[in-house]
């Protein structure tokens, strides 16, 4: 199995920016697509962005195309949200998660593909 730790988080005012990182430790990394979610308070737990094996085939939740970019370097186990633009609106606890594929370019969208999750590190965004 692969283990996730999320950082990166914080307060930051609205318009600035944050980089989110999770790493992975245990299996080989370059076998799992990764996505990360999101869940603001009282709301539930909504995709962001999602990525490949190979690290193409990223994929947004519509309302975040633009501002937020998913990336990953399978060399250091570790896939990066850059979240840019902040708003207000996107105050919540972001999770990684990830599952193994076969497929080099497949990913998911949807929270029940995944079966490995991190603890989430929360993001605040003041006005």
């Known amino acids: 199995q692969v283990q996730l730790v999320e950082s990166g988080g914080g307060l930051a005012q609205a318009g600035g920016s944050l980089r989110l990182s999770c790493a992975a430790s245990?299996?080989?990394?370059?076998?799992?697509?990764v996505g990360w979610f999101r869940q603001p308070p009282g709301k539930e737990r909504e995709f962001v962005a999602a990525?490949?094996?190979?690290?193409?085939?990223?994929r947004y939740a519509d309302s975040l195309k633009g501002r937020f970019t998913i990336s990953r370097e399978n060399a250091k186990n570790a896939v990066d949200l850059q979240m840019d633009s902040l708003e207000p609106e996107d105050t919540a606890l972001y999770y990684c998660?990830?599952?193994?594929?076969?497929?080099?370019?497949?990913?998911?969208?949807?929270?029940?593909?995944?079966?490995?999750w991190g603890q989430g590190t929360q993001v605040t965004v003041s006005s």
């Open positions: 998660a990830a599952v193994e594929v076969s497929s080099q370019v497949i990913n998911f969208i949807l929270a029940w593909a995944y079966n490995y």
């Open positions: 245990g299996r080989t990394f370059s076998n799992y697509a």
């Open positions: 990525i490949s094996r190979s690290g193409g085939m990223p």
